[in-house]
């Protein structure tokens, strides 16, 4: 066998074990015992150990050196297993190690302290994943900061200075649009209980609709949806709510997104270090721009209006262009996953700075809830009313993602730029939204965009799709034009 055969040979491997080890976690949010956290962060952790001795093996340096690729598929593979082997050298195994364990109980005890609504349980574990994380971001820094380290991890070639501009550019629009929505008349609330099976057979309707494979998924509930896996097991999880079936029927359109990406991408690319999104800023285009630009249009949701009917009855809403209002509801709100999108990217930018001021030492762990709600009231003028509507809610930082929050925006970001695209290329798209028909919508970004996995950098895919340069500026447009006349200012 030639060196690159030995080294894609070995790399299939590891990325199957790496699978192993992303079912562990799909477990652990969804069905595992409560009482077994504790062996399963030593079950992790050994994962880990196994994971991190064939990323850093010498040989992969040796075969590195020796391959000679054919075609683009070859050398896309070869730069990300070589970035993926030159940050991994850098990392002890027994940090790796230690990182898996601790963040797996980390996991166990935030949703603990947010069922109890409270920090301070949670607080010395927050303080152990970041003491560990910024360990880990300093062993791989490379001349740079440790929060552009963790970034790298989720988005190769961003920087905070290049995504500090984006989201200043963004601000004040959003600010603008915001301030002139919340002082026009609001459409009712949705009001009613919804039961839960209900819910979950439209939920798994629209996962089929918007082209998620369950012969190679399924669908379970848990505290905070997500997606998990590639190739041929792709997993999603949703969740429910009596008083708010958009809960569940967006979560489940949002993580189709992902699964759909991750479905769709070359199956010759499977278990290689391509076989999955470019990064998750391109991961989160997919699951915002099927939300967001196709799921809450106007077309769209005119069809699930009349499914809604004939899954619930009458549920007080008197026709579609009335349940369209209520769908695009702009309201203050506490909980990111659940905002409008004008104020989302708001929920983001504050995220992304307090989670560099954890990471530069500028704010303490045991300060934090303070400095959540303090900013949290000078962003959006109330304060949250507890921990668990406040700095609890989001899983992330329990798992050690430091650096992953800024994803989300940059992702709605792309999203603009593939909607304007998507809509010039397919001018008569409403046509089929209409009839609950997403194919001509999700076959275009399949072919533009997630057929390819990882095969070009995260802002060359987008590129590459869009056919133009990216910018922050149809995003904006987008939501001025959408919210400008749905409260008609």
């Known amino acids: 066998m030639t060196a690159l055969e030995d080294l894609f040979a070995f790399e299939r491997d590891t990325q199957a074990l790496g699978e192993v080890m992303g079912r562990l976690g799909w477990d652990q949010e969804t069905v595992m015992p409560k009482g077994a956290a504790p062996q399963r962060g030593d079950e992790m952790a050994a994962l880990a150990t196994v994971l991190h001795g064939r990323r850093t093996d010498p040989r992969i340096g040796e075969w590195l050196d020796a391959a000679e690729p054919q075609g683009d598929a070859e ?19 027994k940090l790796a190690a230690d990182l898996a364990r601790t ?47 963790m970034l790298d991890r989720y988005e190769a070639g961003a920087s905070a200075a290049s995504l ?8 004040p629009r959003l600010v603008a649009l915001r301030d002139r929505i919340l002082g026009a008349p609001m459409p009712k609330a949705l009001s009613g209980s919804f039961d839960e099976v209900g819910q979950l057979t439209l939920s798994e309707e629209l996962a089929r609709v918007f082209g998620y494979d369950l012969h190679h998924g399924r669908i379970d509930k848990a505290v905070h949806p997500f997606s998990s896996g590639s190739g041929l097991d792709v997993r999603i999880t949703t969740r429910t709510d009596p008083a708010d079936p958009f809960n569940c029927f967006y979560s489940t359109i949002h993580e189709v997104g992902h699964a759909a990406y991750e479905q769709t991408i070359d199956p010759e690319y499977a278990l290689t270090a391509i076989g999955s999104g470019a990064s998750m800023g391109v991961h989160e285009s997919q ?46 709100g506490f909980i990111r996953t659940e905002s409008d999108e004008v104020q989302y990217n708001l929920h983001i930018l504050m995220r992304f700075d307090l989670e560099r001021a954890l990471v530069s030492g500028d704010l303490a762990v045991d300060d934090l809830p303070l400095a959540w709600d303090d900013r949290f009231e000078a962003d959006f003028g109330v304060r949250p009313p507890s921990q668990r509507e406040g700095c609890l809610q989001d899983v992330h930082w329990s798992e050690g993602l430091f650096g992953y929050f ?50 070009r950098t995260p802002l060359a ?29």
Not at 427 to 445: K, R, S
């Open 461 to 489: 895919t987008v590129e590459y799709a869009v056919s133009t340069s990216v910018s922050e500026a149809p995003l904006l447009d987008y939501l001025d034009a959408k919210f400008g006349d749905l409260y008609e200012v």
């Open 287 to 332: 699951s915002r721009i099927y939300e967001n630009q196709l799921g809450r249009s106007r077309a769209f949701t005119s069809w699930l209006f009349g499914r809604m009917g004939e899954v619930f009855g009458d549920f007080g809403v008197v026709d579609a262009e009335s349940f369209y209002r209520i769908v695009n509801r702009v309201t203050p």
């Open 75 to 93: 050398t896309a593979q070869l730069r990300e297993i070589r970035r993926a082997y030159d940050r991994t050298t850098k990392v002890p195994a």
């Open 406 to 455: 800024p994803t989300y925006t940059l992702g709605n970001v792309y999203a603009g730029c593939l909607h304007a695209a998507l809509r010039d290329a397919l001018p008569d798209l409403d046509d089929a939204l209409l009839a609950g028909d997403t194919g001509p919508a999700t076959a275009w970004l399949g072919e533009k965009l997630q057929k390819f996995g990882g095969l």
């Open 164 to 171: 500090e501009a984006m989201f200043g550019a963004l601000r």
């Open 103 to 149: 963040t797996s109980r980390a996991h166990g005890i935030w949703a603990e302290a947010r069922a109890a609504d409270d920090f301070a349980a949670f607080a010395p574990a927050l303080k152990d994943v970041l003491r560990l994380r910024i360990e880990e971001a300093e062993a791989v820094a490379d001349g740079v900061s440790p929060y552009d380290a």
